[in-house]
C-alpha cells in the first residue's frame, strides 16, 4: 500500500531580481524526501530562514517546486489540478483574522470552498457548514456572525473549519498559532489532535515551539540552512537526537507553557 504523503527530491529556487535582470537563482530548499502515513503528525523546525515556510508552501500547493514531485496515495500532487488539490491538501494560515474576510459572514466564508470545489447545493452546503461549525466548538449562531464579532480563539476556529470543510487528508499550518495566548493556543492545539482522532487527517506544523511538538508530533522534520539534517520519530529525535541543532531545539527552554492534553504523543 502507498503512504499518504511521499515527498520526493523537492527543491525549490528563487530567483531574486537584480534591477531590472533576474539575479542568481538562490536555493531556499535543497532535494528533500520524506514520507508520512495517514493520520500522523509532521512537525517541522528549524532556523529562522532555514526552509519550514518553503516546505509547507509547497506542499500546500501555494508554491511550485523548482525540481521533485509529491505524492499522495501515490498520485502525483503536482499534476492535479487546483481543485482537486485543495480537496486533500489544505493549509492555515499564520494571522486567522487577517485570513478572514472582515466584510462577509463567518458561514458565507465556510460556504466557499463548498461552491468552488464541491458540486454541493445550497442547502447542502448550508448543512456542511452547520456540521463543520460544530466539529470547531463553534455554535449554529455563528453562522451569521461577522469575523470581528468573534474572539482571536472563535477566529482560529474559524479558520480550521475553513481548512477542513473539504475534509483533506493532510492540514498544513504555518506557525498558525503563534500570536495567540498561551491558554487558548492549548485549546486549539487540543482541538486539532481531537480532530486528527475523528478525522484521521494528517497534520503538518511549521512550529519553534518543543513543547507543542513534542506534544502533538509523530514525527519531526530538521531543518538547517534550506538541508534536511534529521527527520525521524518525535520518540527517536527525543531520546537519540544525531544533530546538535535536534538537541538545541528539541531541549531549548520551553518557549510556550500551556496546559495541553495529559496523553502526548512523546
Ligand atoms: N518568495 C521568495 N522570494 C525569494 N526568496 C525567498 C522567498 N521566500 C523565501 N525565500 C528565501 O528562502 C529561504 C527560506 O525561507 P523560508 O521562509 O522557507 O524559511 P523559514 O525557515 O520558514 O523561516 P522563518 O522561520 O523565518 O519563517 C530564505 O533565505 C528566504 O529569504
Not at 475553513?162 to 493556543?185: K, N, T, Y
Not at 478525522?199 to 522534520?221: N, Q, R, T, Y
Amino acid at each position: 500500500m502507498s503512504k499518504l504523503l511521499e515527498v520526493h527530491e523537492v527543491s525549490k529556487y528563487y530567483v531574486h531580481k537584480d534591477g531590472w535582470m533576474p539575479g542568481k537563482p538562490v536555493c531556499a530548499l535543497e532535494p528533500v524526501s520524506f514520507s508520512l502515513e495517514r493520520g500522523e503528525t509532521l512537525a517541522i523546525m528549524g532556523e529562522t530562514g532555514s526552509g519550514k515556510s518553503t516546505i509547507a508552501k509547497i506542499i500546500a500547493g501555494a508554491e511550485r517546486p523548482s525540481s521533485g514531485d509529491i505524492f499522495l496515495n501515490g498520485q502525483s500532487l503536482t499534476r492535479m489540478s487546483d481543485r482537486q488539490r485543495c480537496r486533500h491538501v489544505r493549509m492555515i494560515f499564520q494571522d486567522s483574522l487577517r485570513s478572514l474576510n472582515p466584510q462577509i459572514t463567518v458561514g458565507k466564508q465556510l460556504c466557499e470552498p463548498l461552491i468552488f470545489n464541491t458540486d454541493l447545493n445550497y442547502p447542502q452546503q448550508k448543512e456542511r457548514v452547520h456540521q463543520v461549525l460544530s466539529q470547531v466548538g463553534l455554535l449554529p449562531d455563528h453562522y451569521d456572525f461577522y469575523p470581528h464579532m468573534l474572539s482571536s480563539g472563535q477566529q482560529q476556529r474559524v479558520a480550521i473549519a475553513r481548512a477542513i470543510v473539504l475534509e483533506p487528508q493532510i492540514v498544513v499550518a504555518d506557525e498558525a498559532f503563534v500570536a495567540l495566548d498561551p491558554s487558548i493556543r492549548a485549546q486549539i492545539i487540543n482541538l486539532i489532535l481531537d480532530l486528527q482522532e475523528d478525522m484521521g487527517i494528517s497534520f503538518i506544523f511549521v512550529s519553534h515551539s518543543a513543547e507543542i511538538v513534542k506534544h502533538v508530533s509523530d514525527k519531526i522534520l530538521i531543518m538547517h540552512r534550506g538541508k534536511m539534517i534529521e527527520f525521524g520519530t518525535t520518540k527517536a529525535l527525543i531520546n537519540h537526537p544525531e544533530e546538535q541543532l535536534t538537541k538545541t531545539l528539541l531541549h531549548s527552554e520551553h518557549k510556550y507553557k500551556v496546559p495541553l492534553h495529559s496523553t502526548t504523543k512523546e
